[in-house]
């Protein structure tokens, strides 16, 4: 075990060592201030105590009033929005906008709303997706998760009587509507419109339950009056705030592990409280089971509500009291707000909650703990910018280094000699990786860095996608600029393809003058290769009609590529001598890309794709078949398929409808063609060349076909296009 011990210590990390030492002069400094805090003074502590008391009291208070005030406020200047009853409906956009303006800004408001002596009301609420929302009058559907805004609308004042339900998304569009004949509530029935009513003037309702919902709260209404002879009161505009709101910010309050913060009535009920057990419960839509204080959990807020009652009668006060062997300190204040009953704030914490005893000799204290603090913070700060600092900094970059990841230069300023010589070392390390990684792929390079072997001769059998793409004319237009133009403007076009073909997994083997050749699902094992390649090459193309648009304009020339793709069993693997070694694949499958990709020619294609992709990704491209082929050096004929478009995932390459009915037409015309059924197949053809009449394919079958009409293959015969050239 001690041995053990030994060699961990041994072979321990440089964070170690930064932190026993910060550890050991941490615990000294504390050490010394506790020994020192020791013989403190009594009175100086509770003194504190009183303070952060009145600290906490006033910061809870003024919270209360910033959420009772604003909501005083807000609807006090908002009932200019609303000066007739007419524009209290669900049709009144600009109303009801205003008020998602105020439940946006507000979110301790749960709901804006105005109803009118006519019966109509209108209220705003925001949809909480965690509340699991169904639609109100099918409740077993769940409300789409985009709805951000429910309003709820009555209507009375005409003929048909309406209760409706619009669900708005984020942008307030209508992505849901229902409605019933459900018209039971009656705002005009409820505390917060009787009361104004009556007063016609600004107040709080007293404590009730919210209807529909299963909440207590207080509203803030205030009347609404028409514009015009008299100002005739109309209605009233109100804003709901749920005791939850209250009980949220208690908990916000920091009042230690064991002290509690709570709002309670001048009957003694408990209004919002930071454990939702502990609150207000409602049973029913009026009623209402409020919690006493002598029924919460904790004993000692019983203790201290008690004599706070019994002793201070409901005034401000602060007061010390022991219960169970412990010490507390108790706040309570009246919150200064006309309510129809009074409300307060009460809090309670145990004594020695508070940090930071003071002791008679303070001064003396704070003059050690300062120095010891200093001298750690000093010790520390430069142990860590000399040592720690630049080697877990070059310890990041190796690691960065050893997953290829080339592109983060390493900068340090340290004065240490071997610091230097490191990060000389690693920039000249990371030079020669990145020239490297020009040579030979990438991906391989990354995997003999995470493992950290040495490059050995040898390959293996698997399925990869071959890719070959070749430039259309590119003798001829070489041959018209000049050679610093040609490598500038064939290095943009590399650029640009290889790009894609790396981002889509690719792996680029070699470029061969103006050629490229690739493969997908090696060195790293990639299920998706074939379509990932089938996206790459409909990428190239599209990215290629691009520039050529761009070049055009530079008065470049444009250029044309054609690609082959194939999928089968190849070799792959690190192929050469001792002394030069290539990454590559071999194999008749690579052979065959590559004739797949010359056969364009013939058929004025752009990409062209073997029946083995096509039997694995038919549903996710579009493609049509060409012809029965078999390429050079090939006597077994293989059918040949044009890829035209891919149906899913990526927009920008999804078929137009020519298109589609392009490959629909051809599929039908090439079946008919196979099962030499001459006169339909030639009648099918000059179908399509009247809706196509560029369509090169179209034109090499037909011309076949009509052959084969005059002078019909032997039954047995396959009607193979034989290529003579590469």
């Known amino acids: 075990m001690i041995s053990n011990l030994k060699e961990r210590l041994a072979k321990r990390r440089l964070r170690f060592d930064i932190t026993t030492g910060f550890i050991v002069l941490f615990l000294i400094s504390n050490i010394t201030i ?43 200047i908002s009932n200019k929005m609303v000066t007739s009853p007419q524009q209290v409906s669900v049709e009144n956009k600009q109303l009801y906008s205003y008020f998602i303006n105020i439940l946006d800004e507000y979110d301790y408001f749960d709901s804006v709303y105005a109803g009118a002596t006519n019966g109509d009301y209108v209220l705003v609420e925001v949809n909480e997706p965690r509340k699991n929302y169904t639609f109100k009058h099918d409740v077993t559907r769940p409300l789409p998760g985009d709805i951000k805004y429910i309003v709820e609308y009555y209507k009375r004042s005409s003929s048909p009587h309406l209760h409706s339900y619009t669900y708005l998304n984020e942008d307030q569009d209508i992505v849901g509507y229902e409605e019933d004949d459900d018209l039971s509530f009656d705002h005009r029935k409820r505390p917060w419109y009787t009361a104004v009513e009556q007063k016609r003037a600004f107040d709080w309702s007293g404590i009730y339950a919210f209807a529909g919902l299963n909440v207590a709260g207080v509203s803030a209404s205030t009347p609404l009056y028409g514009t015009g002879s008299g100002d005739t009161f109309f209605g009233v505009m109100g804003i709901d705030i749920t005791l939850g709101n209250f009980a949220r910010y208690l908990r916000e309050i920091k009042v230690g592990e064991k002290g509690e913060a ?30 006493q204080i002598t029924n919460l959990k904790r004993k000692e807020v019983v203790e201290a509500s008690r004599i706070f009652k019994e002793t201070f009668h409901k005034q401000e006060s602060r007061f010390i009291f022991k219960f169970n062997g412990e010490k507390y300190i108790a706040s309570f204040t009246p919150l200064p707000d006309k309510f129809k009953d009074k409300w307060f704030l009460g809090i309670v914490v145990p004594i020695n909650q508070f940090v930071g005893v003071i002791k008679d000799n303070y001064i003396l204290t704070v003059i050690i703990t300062f120095l010891i603090l200093l001298v750690c913070f000093f010790l520390i700060t430069r142990f860590a910018r000399l040592v720690s600092q630049p080697i877990v900094r070059i310890a990041e970059h190796v690691s960065k280094l050893q997953s290829f990841e080339l592109k983060d230069t390493l900068r340090l300023k340290s004065p ?50 071959m890719f070959f793409s070749d430039i259309e004319g590119f003798t001829s237009i070489s041959e018209n600029m000049t050679p610093d133009l040609l490598a500038l403007h064939l290095s943009e076009y590399f650029d640009e393809l290889s790009n894609i073909i790396i981002d889509a997994n690719g792996t680029i083997d070699k ?13 790293l094992t990639d299920r998706n ?53 290539n990454y590559t694949v ?28 096509v039997s694995q990704v038919a549903e996710k491209f579009l493609v049509r078949p060409l012809d029965l082929v078999a390429v050079k050096g090939k006597q077994e004929a293989v059918v040949v398929y044009e890829l035209l478009a891919q149906m899913i995932d990526d927009a920008a390459l999804l078929p137009s409808d020519s298109t589609l009915k392009l490959a629909e037409r051809s599929a039908q015309a090439f079946k008919l063609y196979t099962e030499q059924r001459w006169e339909e197949a030639i009648e099918t053809l000059q179908e399509t060349l009247r809706i196509f009449p560029n369509d090169k394919p179209s034109q090499l079958l037909l011309e076949r076909s009509k052959e084969y009409q005059k002078s019909p293959p032997a039954k047995d015969d396959l ?5 003579k050239q590469k």
Not at 537 to 565: D, F, H, M, V
Not at 587 to 607: F, P
Request: hydrophobic fraction near 40%; glycine fraction near 8%; charged fraction near 25%.
């Open 34 to 76: 506790i020994a020192f805090s020791y013989f403190g003074n009594t009175n100086a502590m509770v003194k504190v105590a009183h303070n952060v008391m009145q600290q906490l009291t006033e910061k809870a208070t003024e919270k209360s009033m910033t959420y009772l005030g604003d909501a005083r406020s807000i609807v006090s």
């Open 262 to 291: 709570f709002v309670f009535n001048d009957d003694d009920h408990v209004i919002a409280h930071p454990d939702p057990t502990e609150n207000m419960q409602v049973q029913g839509q009026d009623d209402l089971r409020p919690r």
């Open 416 to 465: 240490i000699l071997e610091i230097q010589s490191i990060q000389e070392a690693l920039q000249a390390l990371q030079n020669t990786l990145v020239s490297f990684g020009k040579f030979v792929p990438q991906k391989l390079v990354k995997k003999l860095m995470q493992k950290g072997g040495e490059i050995k001769l040898g390959g293996r059998t698997k399925e990869l996608t």
């Open 511 to 523: 470029y061969v003058g103006d050629a490229i050749v690739a493969f997908w699902g090696a060195p």
């Open 529 to 581: 290769h074939i379509f990932n390649a089938c996206h790459a090459a409909l990428k190239c193309q599209k990215r290629l009609s691009e520039l050529n648009k761009k070049w055009k304009l530079e008065k470049k020339p444009q250029l044309r590529t054609r690609i082959g793709l194939h999928v089968d069993k190849v070799i792959v693997g690190n192929i050469g001598s001792e002394e030069r070694i």
């Open 586 to 613: 071999l194999g008749d499958g690579v052979n065959l890309a590559a004739r797949l990709e010359g056969v364009n020619k013939i058929y004025g294609t752009n990409i062209l794709v073997s029946e083995p992709i």
């Open 719 to 723: 009607l193979v296009k034989r290529m």
